[in-house]
């Protein structure tokens, strides 16, 4: 099992969706830790507390983007993936996050 | 003589249980009533302090998405986007107060919040090369008014009455 922390393995300051935003966007924590992390691992833990804020464009990058980019299905992704939020405003963050997932996981679907 | 002074006193004993139950009742009711009264409007005061966020995030979202990126300066952006997206997140925290010492949060309340989280911070938030998107605006603006009606059918619970976690002194 695999544990990363956004905050401590990544950035306090995440910040946009793309390269061009900054490097601390989403498009960077799905390339550089995200997907490797759970293409070999068999259970990821990722810990969103401890973190200055997140738009809901760097979570779409980085969970959305595991199902529309990087080819995960969603019922593995509910397998291998704990989205772990201690903070009562990080549960907020869990949640789109995991929304995100199943929106693009229906979109695949639809198409 | 004795029969009569015996129900005279059988009677007034009676009178006096009649008179310190009437008592004690008015006493428990002006009681739980006060409380009510004293959490309901500690409640109000939780709400008008989301409220005033709400006014704040409606009004930094319209600086924000009705404008392309090349018309606001980075410092003002970055300052926008970094109020617009803590926002959410600490009307979440008061929620959690108002849950834990007042009131249940309908599940509507929480979808709407999710909502308006991603419609303000979504799509191209933080992206160098944001358009303005009024569709978007609109939308934040609907869900602002269906968070703040959704808060202020809120009424304490009257399981909270006698409960409280934390004191929220100094909200008034």
Same mark, same amino acid.
């Given at each position: 099992m695999k544990t990363i922390s956004i905050a401590k393995d990544?950035? &306090?300051?995440p910040w946009g969706r793309y390269p061009s935003d900054g490097p601390y966007c989403g498009q960077n924590f799905r390339e550089r830790l995200l997907t490797p992390a759970l293409r070999s691992n068999e259970k990821v833990v990722v810990l969103l507390d401890d973190v200055e804020g997140y738009g809901s464009s760097f979570l779409e990058e980085a969970f959305g983007g595991l199902v529309h980019? &990087?080819?995960?299905?969603t019922s593995e992704l509910e397998k291998k993936l704990m989205i772990v939020a201690h903070g009562p405003k990080y549960q907020l963050d869990r949640d789109i996050a995991w929304r995100y997932i199943k929106e693009a996981g229906d979109r695949l679907a639809a198409a | 003589m004795v029969c009569t002074l015996g129900l005279i006193a059988w009677l007034s004993d009676d009178v006096w249980a009649a008179v310190v139950g009437a008592l004690v009742e008015v006493i428990l009711g002006w009681w739980a009533l006060t409380l009510y009264f004293s959490r309901r409007s500690d409640l109000n005061a939780v709400v008008e302090k989301i409220d005033e966020l709400i006014e704040g995030l409606a009004a930094d979202s319209a600086k924000y998405w009705l404008? &392309?990126?090349?018309?606001?300066s980075i410092e003002d952006r970055t300052q926008l986007e970094a109020r617009i997206k803590t926002t959410v997140p600490h009307i979440l925290s008061w929620g959690s107060l108002i849950r834990l010492n007042y009131a249940t949060i309908p599940n509507e309340l929480r979808l709407s919040l999710q909502d308006l989280q991603v419609a303000c911070?979504?799509? &191209?938030?933080?992206?160098?090369?944001r358009k303005a998107d009024t569709r978007r605006y609109i939308r934040i603006v609907n869900l602002c008014h269906e968070v703040e009606r959704d808060l202020h059918a809120l009424k304490p619970a009257v399981w909270r009455l006698f409960w409280r976690h934390r004191r929220v002194a100094n909200l008034r």
């Open positions: 990544f950035s &306090d300051v980019k &990087d080819s995960f299905a | 404008r &392309d990126n090349s018309s606001i911070t979504g799509g &191209d938030f933080e992206s160098v090369g």
